[in-house]
C-alpha cells in the first residue's frame, strides 16, 4: 500500500540550484526516511528523521518533519549533475512492521 | 565488499518457466526484505524475514516463494512465469525490524517473454 505522496513526480533544474522535494503520508508515524535511486541501480538511505525531529542534516541535504501536516520535505543544496536520481520518501509506523512508499521524484541536474 | 548482493541482475526467460534469485547480505541484520518495482517505479514489498522466520507476506500470488537457509540469505523462487512477473526485484535488509533503515542490492530485472 501505498502511503506517501511525493510532489512534485519530476523536476528539472540547473546545475547549482537547490532542489526541494515535499512528501506527504496520512498516518502517525514512527519515523520517516529519504532514499535516492541513481537510474538501474538500488536504492540508498539517505537520511532518518524521527516523530520527535523537526529537522535534521547532512551534507547539502536537509530534511523537514511537519508531524501537524504529516509532511516532510527534503532539500539539496548547491545541486550537482550527480544528484540526478529518483528520490523516495518512506515512512515507518509503530504498528506495522513494514516501511510504506511514496511514488519517488525524479530529480534532473542539468549541466 | 558488497553490503546486500544478489544475483543474477538480469534474467529473461519464458511464460511458464521457474527461475530463482538469490540474495546475501553480510552485514548481520536479522531481517531482509524482497521487493517488487514495477515500471512506473511503485515498489511493494513482497516478503520480510526476520532471523529466518517469515513476518510479512502481502498479497503475492503463491507462485512466489521466498527461501531463507539462514539469517544471511533470503532467495525468491517463481514458479509459472508471466508476463506482469516482469519488474525489478530488490532484495534489502535491515538491523532492525520495520522501522529502521533498509539497505538495498542492486536489484534483478527479470524480464518474461
Known amino acids: 500500500s501505498q502511503q506517501g505522496e511525493e510532489d512534485p513526480q519530476a523536476l528539472s533544474i540547473q546545475e547549482g540550484e537547490n532542489a526541494t522535494m515535499n512528501c506527504s503520508y496520512k498516518?502517525?508515524?514512527?519515523?520517516l526516511q529519504w532514499y535516492r535511486q541513481n537510474s538501474g541501480r538500488g536504492l540508498v538511505h539517505l537520511i532518518l528523521i524521527r516523530s520527535n525531529e523537526r529537522e535534521k542534516h547532512s551534507g547539502r541535504l536537509r530534511v523537514t518533519l511537519d508531524t501537524s501536516k504529516k509532511s516532510s520535505s527534503l532539500l539539496i543544496t548547491a545541486s550537482r549533475a550527480a544528484d540526478t536520481a529518483s528520490y523516495f520518501c518512506a515512512t515507518a509506523m509503530d504498528s506495522n512492521y513494514q516501511l510504506i512508499w511514496g511514488a519517488g521524484t525524479k530529480l534532473i541536474i542539468k549541466p | 565488499d558488497t553490503a546486500v548482493s544478489q544475483t543474477p541482475k538480469y534474467l529473461v526467460t519464458q511464460m511458464g518457466n521457474d527461475k530463482s534469485i538469490k540474495c546475501e547480505q553480510n552485514?548481520?541484520?536479522?531481517?531482509m526484505y524482497w521487493y517488487k518495482q514495477d515500471s512506473k517505479k511503485f515498489l511493494k514489498i513482497m516478503f520480510s524475514?526476520?532471523?529466518?522466520?517469515?513476518?510479512i507476506n502481502e498479497t503475492v500470488p503463491n507462485r512466489f516463494s521466498p527461501k531463507s537457509p539462514d539469517k544471511a540469505h533470503l532467495n525468491l523462487h517463481i514458479n509459472s512465469l508471466e508476463l506482469g512477473d516482469s519488474a525489478v526485484y530488490f532484495c534489502a535488509s535491515s538491523p532492525l525490524e520495520g522501522i529502521g533503515e533498509l539497505f538495498f542490492g542492486e536489484g534483478s530485472r527479470l524480464t518474461v517473454l
Open positions: 524475514y526476520n532471523n529466518k522466520e517469515l513476518i
Open positions: 552485514l548481520g541484520h536479522d531481517t
Open positions: 498516518t502517525s508515524i514512527n519515523n
